[in-house]
C-alpha cells in the first residue's frame, strides 16, 4: 500500500531544545493526522488538520497543513522526557475515502 | 468511560492454530479497522467496517477473517494460513456516520494485543 515520507526516522535530543518532523506525499490530502506512540501501547491522536495552510497547537505541540496539501510538520517546543516515544502522521485522500495512509514514524529520544 | 478495549494484552499461541482477537468499542463509532504493527513497517490497514455486518478488506487481508455484527464490536480472527503471525494487533474506531463531518475519519485506537506464535 501507498506510505508517507516521514522524516527523520529518528532524533536523540537534550531536555529542552525544540523538536521538528515532516511528513511529505506525491498526492493531494485533504485530512492530516499527527498521533504519538508510547511503547506497547496503541497510537494517541495528538492533532488533526483540515485546511491547506491551518496551524493548529495543542500544548507545547504545532502542527501546520502545507500549502500544496503534500506535506504536514509537527514542531514540538521545549521537549520535556515523556515526549519520548514515536510520532506518526497520516493522511486521507479526499471524498469518502475512510482508509489513512501513514508514515513509517519518527522515534523521539529525550536525554534528561 | 468510553474508549476501545482489546483483549488479551498478550497472546500466545502454537503454529497452525486459528487465534480470534476482540475489540470492543463504547463510543459509538460507527466505523472500526485493525492494523498490524510491525518494527520499522508502521500501520498496515488489514480489515474496515463502516458499517454492521459490511467490512472491506484492506491492503494485507490474506490470512485473516473478520465479522461485524454488533455495532460494538469488531472480532479479528488470525488463520493458520496467515505465514507470519506474529504481531502487535491495533483496532481503532472513527465516528464516520451521516452526515459526514471533517472529524468523521479521526481513528481512535485500542491498546493493542500482541500475539506471538511459535
Known amino acids: 500500500g501507498q506510505q508517507l515520507n516521514q522524516s527523520p526516522q529518528s532524533m536523540f535530543i537534550q531536555e529542552g531544545e525544540d523538536v521538528s518532523m515532516n511528513c511529505t506525499s506525491s498526492?493531494?490530502?485533504?485530512?492530516w493526522l499527527w498521533y504519538k506512540q508510547d511503547p506497547g501501547e496503541g497510537p494517541v491522536l495528538l492533532i488533526a488538520?483540515?485546511?491547506a495552510g491551518e496551524l493548529t497547537s495543542n500544548g507545547r505541540l504545532t502542527a501546520q497543513f502545507g500549502i500544496t496539501r503534500k506535506d504536514s510538520f509537527l514542531n514540538i517546543s521545549a521537549s520535556i522526557p515523556s515526549d519520548v516515544g514515536i510520532y506518526f502522521c497520516?493522511?486521507?485522500?479526499?471524498?469518502?475515502?475512510?482508509?489513512?495512509?501513514w508514515g513509517l514514524g519518527t522515534s523521539l529520544a529525550v536525554n534528561p | 468511560d468510553g474508549g476501545i478495549t482489546q483483549s488479551p494484552k498478550y497472546l500466545f499461541r502454537k503454529e497452525g492454530q486459528n487465534v480470534t482477537l476482540s475489540c470492543e468499542q463504547n463510543?459509538?463509532?460507527?466505523?472500526m479497522y485493525w492494523y498490524r504493527q510491525d518494527p520499522g513497517q508502521g500501520l498496515r490497514l488489514i480489515y474496515y467496517?463502516?458499517?454492521?455486518?459490511?467490512?472491506q478488506k484492506g491492503d494485507i487481508a490474506e490470512g485473516y477473517s473478520v465479522s461485524r455484527e454488533k455495532k460494538e464490536s469488531f472480532p479479528l480472527t488470525v488463520t493458520s494460513a496467515q505465514k507470519n503471525p506474529t504481531a502487535f494487533y491495533l483496532c481503532?474506531?472513527?465516528?464516520?456516520?451521516?452526515?459526514?463531518?471533517?472529524?468523521?475519519?479521526?481513528?481512535?485506537f485500542g491498546p493493542g494485543t500482541r500475539l506471538t506464535v511459535t
Open positions: 498526492s493531494i490530502f485533504n485530512t
Open positions: 481503532a474506531s472513527s465516528i464516520d456516520g451521516r452526515p459526514l463531518a471533517t472529524s468523521s475519519y479521526e481513528q481512535y
Open positions: 497520516a493522511g486521507r485522500l479526499g471524498g469518502n475515502n475512510r482508509k489513512l495512509i
Open positions: 488538520l483540515y485546511k
Open positions: 463510543l459509538n463509532h460507527d466505523a
Open positions: 467496517s463502516q458499517i454492521v455486518n459490511d467490512f
